[in-house]
């Protein structure tokens, strides 16, 4: 397994990052994810799902790229005033509520990347949704990066064990599904070459990072990783490239 330090992660303040993240630690995600990327320093990138903002910041402020933080559930008043805390401008992130599957609100080929970090499940499990809804925003030759939580094994969905539903339905473990099925997916794109889709080696930091919070979803999803249910999941990364 390989090592990351997430240097860029450990840096933040770990207040503000247990106010902000929504699931597993966001930040690792995005490091692990990005670690031999290929978008140009200054580019434009969609950072899709983006919650609360704070991959947005990171993408901002580590790796210097013009952000555009599109979400649907969070405020992007709230995400605004976020921003302007950690120094940010709207040249550098600009706030969004959209709803990805429904028309996302920009020009044909405006990015040069899209990031999407544990939230690509929620909208994305359509075959056309690539070339329908999101490729057509992605210059030729530019990035797609996906973070996206999993199941080890879609096997495990014909007699799912007792410890992931200690804290989830099966209707919200359906949308979790292994490597394999990311890989079929995403092989349909016309628009896109896959340049990869494996296991991520940050699963477990990532939710430890998690329960660490004190917010009613992480405690709720504390009954099942306490029962050993870790050994269930994943996080798989995809990494696409606009033809
Ligand atoms: C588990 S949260 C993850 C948020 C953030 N990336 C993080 O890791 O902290 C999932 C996010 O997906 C977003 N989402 C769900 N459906 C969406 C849709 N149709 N369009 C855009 N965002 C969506 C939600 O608004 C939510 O913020």
Redesign the pocket.
């Known amino acids: 397994m390989a090592t990351h330090g997430f240097p860029k992660s450990n840096a933040y303040d770990q207040t503000v990052v247990r106010e902000?993240?929504?699931?597993?630690?966001?930040l690792k995600?995005l490091e692990e994810l990005l670690q031999d990327h290929a978008i140009p320093c200054d580019g434009t990138v969609m950072?899709?799902?983006?919650?609360?903002g704070?991959?947005s910041v990171m993408l901002a402020k580590d790796y210097g790229f013009r952000v555009f933080a599109?979400?649907?559930?969070?405020d992007p008043t709230d995400n605004l005033r976020f921003f302007e805390r950690m120094g940010l401008s709207t040249d550098r992130v600009v706030p969004l509520k959209?709803?990805?599957?429904?028309g996302l609100p920009f020009a044909r080929e405006f990015f040069d990347a899209v990031v999407?970090?544990?939230?690509y499940h929620?909208?994305a499990c359509d075959p056309a949704f690539l070339d329908e809804k999101l490729l057509p925003f992605v210059k030729p030759g530019g990035f797609v990066y996906i973070a996206v939580p999993g199941m080890k094994d879609d096997g495990l969905h014909e007699d799912l064990p007792a410890e992931l539903l200690l804290s989830w339905t099966p209707e919200e473990l359906s949308a979790l599904h292994d490597a394999a099925y990311w890989q079929t997916l995403v092989n349909q794109a016309q628009d896109a070459d896959v340049v990869s889709v494996h296991e991520m080696d940050v699963n477990e930091e990532a939710w430890n990072d998690w329960l660490a919070c004190d917010n009613e979803y992480s405690v709720n999803d504390r009954a099942s990783l306490d029962a050993g249910a870790g050994a269930y999941l994943n996080f798989v990364a995809i990494v696409l490239r606009k033809r």
């Not at 950072?47 to 609360?52: E, I, R, T, Y």
């Open positions: 902000k993240i929504m699931g597993p630690n966001p995600l950072d899709l799902g983006s919650g609360q704070i991959t599109c979400d649907l559930w969070s959209t709803d990805a599957a429904n999407s970090i544990d939230s929620y909208f």
